[in-house]
């Protein structure tokens, strides 16, 4: 297995010639900023040159490229396998409620007996994404492993693209399948949030809005808690995300703030808020986070002193970059300091990380965390 | 934050810097770097720290006001408590003060009915006076019976008792209720339902005497039978069902739903046309689930009811000798009643009785103490025990009761009243057993004669040391057969008392 990572930029152009990596066995992987959507020159070259590679790729809040971020790029990682057959399948979504069928349809198209593990890339504002999982699931065996992304914009929350045809577009969804028994894909997943003051009962949500805990008017609550700290919300509230538990399985998932409503006394996430599940408040120093994106590293099962070419994908929540934008890549630094020498850490800050909360569950949404993935051949 | 985990960031600062542990920084704003880097993590911690503190401060205050709501809240629960029991207390002690007067009314009538000459018509008259009294004593009755549900106050018996006889006498009650209405009552007990029981007789009867009532009261022609069968007999329990069926007027399927609730008749109209407080299926009901029954009932309007309870009772201790020894006092009381019938029809002929038993007691000079203090209560009984030829010593209180018997006076009987002033029956009666204790005097029978009429009352008085009940309102023939038994005993004792003292005397003489 051979990696090349190459970067665009647009005055600069490509940071050195495209490597002759093209087959059928070749992934082509591209994280861009936003406004790539309207410039197609990069993408017509990277079709021509990898023609009969599987080319995808999403827009970002911020590329990865080892222990660096980049804005107004494109980070290209160039993955030709040897023993492993690749497969891409892309759908159409046109509405949050086509959620779940995209999520199933994905699966269903990369369905086979060899199948390894799924990378899902999609928009990351047309989407639900706790539907598009359980729409995954819905089709996939729980050993195949299923992880992604939602893809940004750089923080405005406007139009996210997916390459479809290795062309930006809005409105996608893909999977690239791995398939074979040489492909070694492994994920972990953390946060490092710390919780904090009394876990309530969720009393009355709907979707992706929280109206009451115990009862009481959330946003009420939440300003309550988080005192001075509360003055810049909505936007300080990327820094005081919701734990919530189901009672049921003991699953715990973090969910962020995206609006707060004052008339409703409402909040809304980026991710569904289910009633009878119990919610607490979470916070999170800078070491916090770099600790949690350490522990993801952590949860990793491969051996850190293989000689391998690995692809480490690492997904991370445009929160965490917010509250690291004074140290950034110190979470690219504290991952890669835990991978094997040959590894090649690419990735985007998304808009939600898909994984399974632990090792071979079901694909959930999470918000708020360091995504690994990682791709090597034996 | 851990040491380890201080010491980590602390490393990854050094780096993040382009600084080593082991080197002294040479580049300035390396260090620079490493030390914002540190001041971040400095104020991270801070913010994390006020986050906490919020938040404790918060959860203390949220606490505070938790604690504060249930406060309030079990503050209320106990007053609404303390009310309810206030307003049972108060229920009962109407009960007892309306019933005062309707004893009144019973004894007099009782006696004009003995002593004064009436034409038929007066007789009339008399006898529906009576009946109504009576009925307005028996709501009054199960008033202070529900009143005590609700509290919880109303404990449940477990004795043996006979079964048959009971259903019998309360089946003998209902036959006499008919009065003039085209309505044949029939009883019927299958030979294999135990004779003797245990578990509750007065609820039993009470249950009985209810259902029979209600047949009575809403059957104008035709039949009321009262069935008695043993379902099963498991678990050492007999399984009885008490069934009575009869061809009244019935009970709509929809009022069949709640007719069990308090204060429900059918529709306002039965009430107005039947009278009754609605309480009697609901006391039912209560009672049958406080021995762990079931109630159930089958009916179609204007074609007759059935009610049946379904009751397990327990299997009655073995009883070798006479049953009637063994039975407790309640049961006495009940055969001594269905002994007084009998011998009331004996004594038909009143001056032939009065004649019997001017003999009787002349024979005899007697002395009662009556304690009682209310005046009516006290001139009913006087004169009812006058006509019986004993002479009588009123005292409106317990403490003159005690004074008397205490002076050496020689009386033969104390009938007691609970309550009185100064001090009360229970009271005087401990006082007058303490003193004869202390003067080895033989005790003198004490009656209670009270309008309490619930199976703890009666223990209520035996544990205090008395020796029988009389409940209200005192029936003169009851009363008369209750005075002379305990004095025919009083004087056995007596007798004996004075043989032995003789004995002793002459053993003493000998010596």
């Known amino acids: 297995m051979k990696i090349a990572t190459v970067t665009y930029k647009s005055d600069t152009g490509w940071s050195e ?35 009969t590679s599987v080319i995808a790729g999403c827009s970002t809040a911020g590329e990865i490229y080892n222990d660096m971020i980049y804005d107004n790029s494109l980070i290209v990682s160039i993955t030709k396998f040897q023993n492993t057959d690749i497969r891409l399948h892309t759908i159409p979504v046109i509405s949050a409620e086509d959620s779940f069928d995209a999520g199933k349809q994905v699966a269903e198209g990369l369905t086979a007996d060899d199948l390894q593990s799924v990378l899902v890339l999609t928009d990351g504002l047309l989407i639900n994404g706790t539907d598009f999982a359980k729409g995954a699931n819905s089709m996939l065996d729980e050993k195949i492993l299923v992880t992604g992304g939602l893809a940004g914009d750089g923080g405005n929350f406007k139009k996210t693209w997916i390459l479809v045809d290795g062309m930006p577009q809005t409105g996608y969804t893909c999977g690239i399948g791995f398939y074979g028994d040489k492909v070694k894909v492994d994920h972990g997943s953390k946060g490092g949030w710390k919780p904090f003051g009394p876990d309530r009962v969720i009393t009355k949500s709907e979707n992706n809005v929280l109206y009451e805990l115990d009862g009481k008017p959330a ?102 970059r917010m509250i690291m934008e004074e140290e950034p890549g110190a979470e690219l630094e504290a991952t890669q300091d835990l991978l094997p020498a040959n590894t090649q850490q690419v990735g985007f800050y998304s808009y939600g990380e898909l994984s399974p909360y632990v090792k071979n569950g079901n694909c959930d949404l999470h918000n708020q965390t360091m995504t690994l993935t990682t791709i090597y051949e034996q | 934050m851990n040491n380890n985990k201080l010491e980590r960031s602390l490393v990854r600062q050094l780096k993040h810097s382009g600084l080593s542990l082991e080197q002294t920084p040479t580049n300035l704003n390396d260090w620079q770097k490493f030390l914002v880097a540190i001041n971040r993590s400095f104020i991270g911690n801070k913010d994390a720290r006020y986050l906490l503190e919020k938040s404790l401060d918060q959860s203390s205050h949220e606490l505070r006001v938790l604690y504060d709501n249930l406060k309030e809240e ?204 609605g309480l009697g299926l609901a006391l039912i009901k209560e009672f049958t689930e406080m021995m762990g029954g079931e109630i159930s009932i089958e009916s179609t309007q204007g074609n007759g009811s059935r009610f049946w309870v379904d009751i397990p009772f327990g299997h009655a201790s073995e009883m070798t000798e006479s049953e009637e020894i063994a039975q407790p006092i309640l049961e006495r009381e009940r055969e001594r009643e269905s002994e007084i019938k009998s011998e009331h029809k004996k004594y038909k002929n009143k001056k032939e009785a009065q004649n019997t038993l001017d003999q009787k007691q002349k024979a005899d000079s007697i002395d009662l103490i009556l304690a009682e203090d209310n005046p009516v209560n006290a001139l009913i009984a006087k004169t009812m025990i006058a006509q019986m030829g004993l002479n009588v010593k009123h005292v409106p209180n317990g403490k003159q009761a005690f004074d008397e018997i205490s002076s050496g006076k020689p009386y033969k009987l104390v009938l007691m009243d609970m309550h009185m002033p100064i001090m009360d029956g229970y009271e005087a009666t401990k006082s007058i057993r ?78």
């Open chain 1, 17 to 51: 010639p495209l490597p002759d990596l093209d087959s059928k066995n070749t992934m082509v992987l591209v994280f861009g900023a936003p406004e790539f959507m309207e410039k197609d020159q990069p993408f017509q070259e990277l079709k021509e040159k990898y023609s």
């Open chain 1, 219 to 320: 946003l009420e609550l939440y300003k309550g808690y988080l005192g001075d700290m509360a003055d810049g919300l909505p936007a300080t509230g990327l820094r005081y995300p919701l734990l919530l538990t189901d009672e049921k399985t003991g699953k715990k998932l973090v969910r962020t703030i995206l609006a707060t409503d004052e008339e409703a006394q409402s909040l809304t996430f980026a991710g569904d808020i289910p009633s009878g599940n119990r919610a607490q408040l979470m916070f999170a120093t800078l070491d916090n986070l770099i600790d949690g994106a350490e522990q993801a590293a952590g949860m990793l099962e491969i051996d850190n002193t293989i000689e391998n070419n690995v692809l480490a994908i690492a997904i991370s929540c445009v929160g965490r």
């Open chain 2, 74 to 277: 079990s503050e209320q629960r106990i007053k609404a408590l303390q009310q309810s029991e206030d307003k049972s207390r108060f229920m009962a002690s109407m009960s007892h003060e309306i019933r005062t007067p309707i004893h009144g009314i019973l004894g007099s009538l009782e006696i004009i009915k003995n002593t004064t000459e009436s034409d038929n018509k007066q007789l009339q008259f008399i006898n529906t006076a009576f009946s109504s009294a009576e009925s307005l004593l028996a709501i009054i009755n199960n008033i202070l019976d529900f009143s005590k549900i609700g509290a919880d106050k109303i404990p449940l018996e477990s004795i043996d008792f006979n079964l048959h006889k009971l259903v019998n006498d309360v089946s003998n009650v209902a036959s006499a209720m008919v009065h003039k209405k085209p309505i044949k009552v029939s009883c019927e007990i299958h030979s294999d339902v135990p004779v003797m029981l245990n578990g509750d007789p007065t609820k039993t009867r009470q249950i009985l005497t209810n259902l029979l009532s209600n047949s009575v009261k809403f059957t104008h022609e035709g039949s009321i039978r009262t069935q008695i069968t043993l379902l099963n007999n498991k678990n050492k329990q007999y399984n009885i069902r008490i069934s009575v069926e009869d061809t009244g007027i019935g009970i709509s399927e929809k009022a069949q739903k709640n007719i069990f609730e308090p204060f429900v008749q059918e529709d306002t109209s039965t009430t107005r046309k039947y009278g009754g407080t």
């Open chain 2, 434 to 511: 303490q003193w004869e204790k202390e003067q080895s005097t033989p005790p003198i029978p004490i009656i209670a004669m009270t309008a309490n009429t619930l199976a703890g009352d009666r223990d209520k008085c035996i544990a205090s040391g008395m020796d029988d009940f009389l409940p209200k309102p005192v029936k003169q023939d009851y009363l008369k057969k209750v005075i002379f038994e305990w004095l025919e005993k009083h004087n056995q004792t007596f007798q004996e008392n004075r043989d032995n003292q003789k004995k002793e005397s002459s053993l003493a003489s000998s010596h």
